[in-house]
């Protein structure tokens, strides 16, 4: 009998709907955002590689913690590194990754429902890269792999308006629309210094994203 009541008190926490907001939560999910390539795609033509896309669909993940009833704080990461759209030929892509502080103030309604709004100082990095060179040792005739790459980088900063809805007193999802401010230079940096690759990649644009959020 204990066991059955500890049982149905167990059931009726963790799938109640939440009263207040998460002290601590995870969000996890997946973005869609816009590049200006342009100027980088003229110089990828100008030495036979092809154009990579304008869109890129970065997953995005962060962990926060509430400091005052209606505000949170916490790490913020936009990453391509594990889903990489922008692909060029001969097995180069460009990774884009995003990270930086998540400030976030909501406010609920009807116990299940929150909107929020957030800013982001971001700090962005891209590569474009190429890691399945193969070389091959002349003397022996032995192959191996290697890596071709080069990198920029640029701050930038990310504000949006979201809803979440609470499903259950630890599980919600979350939906958002924004806008990132950010631009990489012309100025692609490689190991030897020098590269015929060049031209910025304007990321001024609206940004979206679905994630679920795990919270306690």
Same mark, same amino acid.
């Given at each position: 009998?204990?066991?059955?009541?500890?049982?149905?008190?167990?059931?009726?926490?963790?799938?109640?709907?939440?009263?207040?907001?998460?002290?601590? #939560?995870? +969000?996890? =999910?997946?973005?869609?955002?816009? &590049? %200006?390539?342009?100027?980088? !795609?003229? /110089?990828?033509?100008?030495?036979?590689?092809?154009?990579?896309?304008?869109?890129?669909?970065?997953?995005?993940?962060?962990?926060?913690?509430?400091?005052?009833? #209606?505000? +949170?704080? =916490?790490?913020?990461?936009?990453? &391509? %590194?594990?889903?990489?759209? !922008?692909? /060029?030929?001969?097995?180069?892509?460009?990774?884009?990754?995003?990270?930086?502080?998540?400030?976030?103030?909501?406010?609920?309604?009807?116990?299940?429902?929150?909107?929020?709004?957030?800013?982001?100082?971001?700090?962005?990095?891209?590569?474009?890269i190429n890691n399945k060179l193969?070389?091959?040792?002349?003397?022996?005739?032995?192959?191996?792999?290697?890596?071709?790459?080069?990198?920029?980088?640029?701050?930038?900063?990310?504000?949006?308006?979201?809803?979440?809805?609470?499903?259950?007193?630890?599980?919600?999802?979350?939906?958002?629309?924004?806008?990132?401010?950010?631009?990489?230079?012309?100025?692609?940096?490689?190991?030897?210094?020098?590269?015929?690759?060049?031209?910025?990649?304007?990321?001024?644009?609206?940004?979206?994203?679905?994630?679920?959020?795990?919270?306690?």
């Amino acid at each position: 009998m204990i066991k059955k009541i500890s049982y149905i008190i167990f059931i009726f926490i963790f799938s109640s709907s939440i009263q207040a907001q998460y002290k601590i #939560s995870y +969000r996890l =999910g997946l973005g869609m955002g816009f &590049t %200006k390539p342009d100027n980088f !795609n003229l /110089s990828l033509s100008s030495i036979e590689l092809s154009k990579i896309g304008s869109t890129w669909f970065p997953l995005h993940h962060d962990l926060s913690i509430n400091i005052y009833p #209606s505000l +949170r704080i =916490g790490y913020k990461k936009l990453s &391509t %590194k594990l889903l990489t759209y !922008n692909r /060029s030929s001969n097995n180069y892509i460009l990774p884009i990754v995003f990270h930086g502080i998540n400030i976030e103030s909501f406010f609920t309604f009807r116990n299940r429902f929150e909107i929020n709004f957030g800013l982001s100082p971001m700090l962005g990095s891209a590569k474009f890269i190429n890691n399945k060179l193969t070389v091959t040792d002349e003397k022996l005739g032995v192959e191996g792999k290697t890596t071709a790459e080069i990198k920029n980088s640029t701050l930038g900063f990310y504000s949006s308006i979201g809803l979440r809805m609470y499903l259950m007193s630890f599980l919600s999802i979350d939906s958002s629309v924004g806008y990132i401010y950010a631009k990489f230079d012309e100025k692609w940096k490689s190991k030897a210094n020098e590269n015929p690759i060049s031209g910025s990649i304007d990321m001024t644009k609206p940004f979206f994203q679905v994630s679920a959020v795990i919270g306690w």
